[in-house]
């Protein structure tokens, strides 16, 4: 039996509808909004999975060509792996979802996201949370929900909820809020130097719409009437849990402080062993759940000396950073290197700038653009010790990279400022905590180095939370154990002026507001203590680029004209590059940007593409070469792909007999324009150069009767009878350059042409 249920919420309506579709999933339901389409399936198995210490749930994300009327592009029709907005969505729907499932729940849960449907004024990722909640609601999954997920934008002080994607693009902030009714769950978000105070107020409006999906899903899930499935949960036994806390508890904390991870961690599985083979005679063959006790036993006992005693493992304060090194030109040849190190965490970023057309291709249902700034992130097993088999990059490493990279592109200089595409490569070559937030730290640094006028050095901290016995605290500088032991992993990034990315993950039910305010605040006081370490290492970007990164120069042409420069099949643009060895990216807006090894190729580059484009004027005098004869004369190239004619009468004095009594085809030769007809048809003569040009004495023929020599130069290239002509014709010579040179000049260290195209 179908049931729905529909609300307007925050402007637009939202229907949630189940029993029609996939009823054979433990939960599915479509959302509508406007012509957007999402299913979401949520599916438990039958049995617990045995011998885990971790719930099962996996969240994916799927896109479909159709839902936008699109065939895939490339060879694959099919599809691949996923775009790198597919995991990051999968993850969003994750992070909110897995904190409100039972504790020791070991069954495989598996939530799909489909949108079918997708209009242009709907984001789908929100909706797809959305939906998945109301899936999870309606199941029969046993599930603490739900939740409500909201975007967030702001234009000219007002927050707009869940906005086009105009009005995003437009915004100084893109915020994603998700939570239950009582608090917030998660936050992904990237802003324009917002700060702390405004973010509040946008995470504060997000809440009041959640609280209004919320009931919908509730509405929804009272019509259905769905019953929770009785499972079994795998909880540690408090017996043992008391006995290893009242007998080892000093022991324990004892070993877990220590400064130094390797040690800490080598110690504290001596000791977990220890306790393993001392509770085995008191409980008999659970030696397993001894073990998970002994986990169980270690995390308590830091919660206990954080919380009540004030003192983290390694020795620091709540609100300590650990020692702090920057570095910037470790690598020579690289165009840019950073390499920030915070206590033991370590990350090299090396960047490398291209072509605006090296970008990355975006190609997804909401979007089909070129993305200029790339950030990758690599986590190498040998990073925290460990051997393991090198793959490609997973959903960890992928929101990692997109979290600093997001947290660099509000201060990145204008691609007209700047025409390159960078991309940067961050190393983790050790990692103890907040391996993300270093990379951030790392970028800057490269950025800074390669002379990439960024306006605001960006930096980067990862806070934590602890909380035992209706207190808590919040940490500063979260390193591996702490993260992986406490309530809550808030990264912060932003410059002095204010935030430009932040992500909030939550393993508890909620975070409250008291708690975000204390968090932002420390978060900021950490922040500006990273940017006085950076400037100490570099205080502002170099004044000029690597020697080993390409030069580029932007020219700008009338865009009508751009067919010309790339030619028949390519030809022409083809040709420029192997004679000048430059790269060309031609954009619709008529900008060329050309990239070469050498300023010397841009330059031949940018002159032959001038010249191609450039107004033949009578008068002019141009170096060209001989490309055929016929019987009236030679066809020479005075511009790329542009030839003249040179009339026999106009070869030589006295006139030749034959054309190739004078000239060869290959030679050069320099002529001066006499002559464009009215149908662009160009006549040059190669006599009296050096006498000063007088367009009077250009005899004009009768195009009327032309005789044989129509046939001799064909088609369109007909001239008529220049045998009458005056061989007389003549001038000084001319100033113009054989191709036109554009004049290059040096702005904030990027080459510019510093002229632009007769129109």
């Known amino acids: 039996m179908t049931q729905s249920v529909t609300r307007e919420i925050a402007g637009k309506t939202i229907r949630l509808e189940t029993g029609r579709v996939a009823r054979q999933a433990g939960g599915a339901v479509w959302l509508y909004c406007g012509d957007t389409v999402v299913q979401a399936t949520a599916t438990m198995s039958r049995e617990a999975r045995l011998g885990i210490d971790f719930f099962p749930l996996t969240c994916d994300y799927e896109e479909r060509k159709y839902a936008v009327g699109k065939i895939p592009g490339g060879y694959v029709k099919r599809g691949g792996r996923p775009a790198e907005k597919s995991v990051l969505t999968s993850r969003l729907i994750d992070r909110p979802l897995r904190p409100l499932f039972p504790d020791g729940m070991r069954n495989d849960v598996q939530v799909i996201a489909m949108p079918l449907s997708a209009d242009a004024d709907q984001?789908?990722?929100?909706?797809?949370?959305?939906?998945?909640?109301?899936?999870?609601?309606?199941?029969?999954?046993?599930?603490?929900?739900?939740?409500?997920?909201?975007?967030?934008?702001?234009?000219?002080?007002?927050?707009?909820?869940?906005?086009?994607?105009?009005?995003?693009?437009?915004?100084?902030?893109?915020?994603?809020?998700?939570?239950?009714?009582?608090?917030?769950?998660?936050?992904?978000?990237?802003?324009?130097?917002?700060?702390?105070?405004?973010?509040?107020?946008?995470?504060?409006?997000?809440?009041?719409?959640?609280?209004?999906?919320c009931d919908l899903q509730d509405e929804l899930a009272q019509l259905v009437n769905a019953q929770k499935a009785e499972i079994q949960l795998h909880l540690p036994d408090p017996e043992i849990l008391d006995a290893i806390q009242t007998q080892m508890g000093e022991e324990i904390r004892a070993t877990i402080q220590n400064p130094d991870k390797a040690a800490r961690e080598s110690a504290i599985d001596d000791l977990k062993r220890e306790i393993v083979e001392?509770?085995?005679?008191?409980?008999?063959?659970?030696?397993?759940?001894?073990?998970?006790?002994?986990?169980?036993?270690?995390?308590?006992?830091?919660?206990?000396?954080?919380?009540?005693?004030?003192?983290?493992?390694?020795?620091?304060?709540?609100?300590?950073?650990?020692?702090?090194?920057?570095?910037?030109?470790?690598?020579?040849?690289?165009?840019?290197?950073?390499?920030?190190?915070?206590?033991?965490?370590?990350?090299?970023?090396?960047?490398?700038?291209?072509?605006?057309?090296?970008?990355?291709?975006?190609?997804?249902?909401?979007?089909e653009v070129k993305k200029?700034?790339?950030?990758?992130?690599?986590?190498?097993?040998?990073?925290?010790?460990?051997?393991?088999?090198?793959?490609?990059?997973?959903?960890?490493?992928?929101?990692?990279?997109?979290?600093?990279?997001?947290?660099?592109?509000?201060?990145?200089?204008?691609?007209?400022?700047?025409?390159?595409?960078?991309?940067?490569q961050s190393e983790v070559l050790e990692s103890n905590g907040s391996t993300s937030m270093a990379s951030v730290c790392g970028s800057t640094l490269a950025l800074m180095d390669a002379g990439?006028?960024?306006?605001?050095?960006?930096?980067?901290?990862?806070?934590?939370?602890?909380?035992?016995?209706?207190?808590?605290?919040?940490?500063?500088?979260?390193?591996?154990?702490?993260?992986?032991?406490?309530?809550?992993?808030?990264?912060?990034?932003?410059?002095?002026?204010?935030?430009t990315a932040i992500q909030l993950d939550c393993k508890i039910?909620?975070?409250?507001?008291?708690?975000?305010?204390?968090?932002?605040?420390?978060?900021?006081?950490?922040?500006?203590?990273?940017?006085?370490?950076?400037?100490?290492?570099?205080?502002?970007?170099?004044?000029?680029?690597?020697?080993?990164?390409?030069?580029?120069?932007?020219?700008?042409?009338?865009?009508?004209?751009?067919?010309?420069?790339?030619?028949?099949?390519?030809?022409?643009?083809?040709?420029?590059?192997?004679?000048?060895?430059?790269?060309?990216?031609?954009?619709?807006?008529?900008?060329?940007?050309?990239?070469?090894?050498t300023q010397e190729g841009g330059q031949k580059a940018a002159g032959i593409i001038m010249g191609m484009v450039s107004e033949i004027l009578p008068g002019t005098i141009?170096?060209?070469?001989?490309?055929?004869?016929?019987?009236?004369?030679?066809?020479?190239?005075?511009?790329?792909?542009?030839?003249?004619?040179?009339?026999?009468?106009?070869?030589?004095?006295?006139?030749?007999?034959?054309?190739?009594?004078?000239?060869?085809?290959?030679?050069?030769?320099?002529?001066?324009?006499?002559?464009?007809?009215?149908?662009?048809?160009?006549?040059?003569?190669?006599?009296?150069?050096?006498?000063?040009?007088?367009p009077s004495t250009v005899r004009h023929e009768d195009r009327g009767g032309r005789g044989g020599r129509d046939r001799d130069r064909g088609g369109d290239r007909d001239r008529g009878d220049r045998g009458d002509r005056d061989r007389s014709r003549g001038g000084a010579p001319q100033a113009a350059p054989s191709r036109p040179e554009p004049e290059i000049e040096e702005e904030e260290g990027v080459p510019r042409a510093r002229f632009r195209p007769r129109r």
């Not at 802003?191 to 105070?197: C, T």
């Not at 919660?303 to 650990?322: Q, Y």
């Open 123 to 213: 984001r789908t990722d929100v909706l797809a949370m959305l939906a998945a909640s109301a899936a999870l609601t309606v199941s029969n999954i046993p599930f603490m929900g739900p939740i409500g997920a909201v975007r967030v934008a702001r234009t000219d002080g007002q927050f707009i909820i869940n906005p086009s994607f105009a009005e995003t693009e437009e915004s100084d902030l893109d915020l994603i809020v998700a939570g239950t009714r009582d608090a917030v769950l998660m936050i992904e978000a990237g802003a324009k130097f917002i700060s702390e105070a405004t973010l509040m107020e946008a995470i504060d409006a997000a809440h009041k719409v959640i609280c209004e999906q």
């Open 509 to 597: 039910r909620g975070l409250p507001r008291e708690v975000m305010v204390a968090a932002l605040d420390q978060a900021k006081a950490g922040r500006l203590h990273i940017l006085g370490k950076i400037n100490e290492a570099l205080n502002a970007p170099r004044e000029g680029l690597s020697q080993y990164a390409p030069a580029v120069i932007t020219i700008e042409i009338n865009p009508e004209r751009i067919g010309e420069v790339i030619g028949p099949g390519g030809k022409m643009i083809k040709k420029i590059t192997a004679e000048t060895g430059a790269q060309i990216d031609i954009q619709q807006d008529g900008k060329i940007y050309i990239s070469s090894a």
């Open 452 to 499: 990439v006028k960024i306006s605001a050095p960006v930096a980067g901290i990862a806070m934590g939370l602890m909380t035992l016995d209706g207190q808590y605290k919040v940490l500063t500088d979260i390193q591996g154990m702490e993260d992986f032991s406490g309530d809550m992993d808030f990264k912060v990034a932003g410059t002095d002026e204010g935030i």
């Open 622 to 694: 141009y170096t060209g070469t001989v490309t055929r004869l016929m019987g009236i004369g030679a066809f020479v190239e005075i511009l790329p792909g542009k030839e003249g004619l040179v009339h026999t009468s106009n070869l030589a004095s006295p006139a030749p007999r034959r054309p190739d009594d004078v000239v060869k085809v290959g030679s050069e030769l320099q002529v001066r324009v006499i002559e464009v007809d009215g149908q662009g048809r160009v006549n040059l003569s190669a006599i009296n150069l050096d006498q000063p040009f007088d």
């Open 278 to 367: 001392r509770f085995t005679p008191q409980f008999p063959d659970r030696a397993g759940d001894i073990a998970e006790c002994a986990e169980k036993a270690v995390k308590k006992q830091i919660r206990h000396i954080i919380v009540h005693e004030n003192v983290r493992p390694d020795g620091r304060k709540p609100d300590e950073i650990r020692p702090i090194t920057c570095e910037v030109g470790v690598l020579p040849r690289v165009h840019g290197t950073g390499l920030f190190t915070r206590g033991q965490t370590q990350v090299l970023t090396a960047l490398t700038l291209g072509t605006v057309g090296e970008g990355e291709l975006v190609d997804n249902l909401e979007e």
């Open 372 to 424: 200029r700034y790339m950030h990758y992130y690599n986590f190498p097993p040998y990073s925290v010790g460990e051997v393991r088999p090198l793959r490609s990059a997973g959903r960890r490493e992928i929101g990692h990279g997109a979290l600093a990279e997001r947290a660099l592109v509000p201060v990145l200089p204008a691609v007209d400022a700047f025409p390159y595409s960078l991309l940067l």
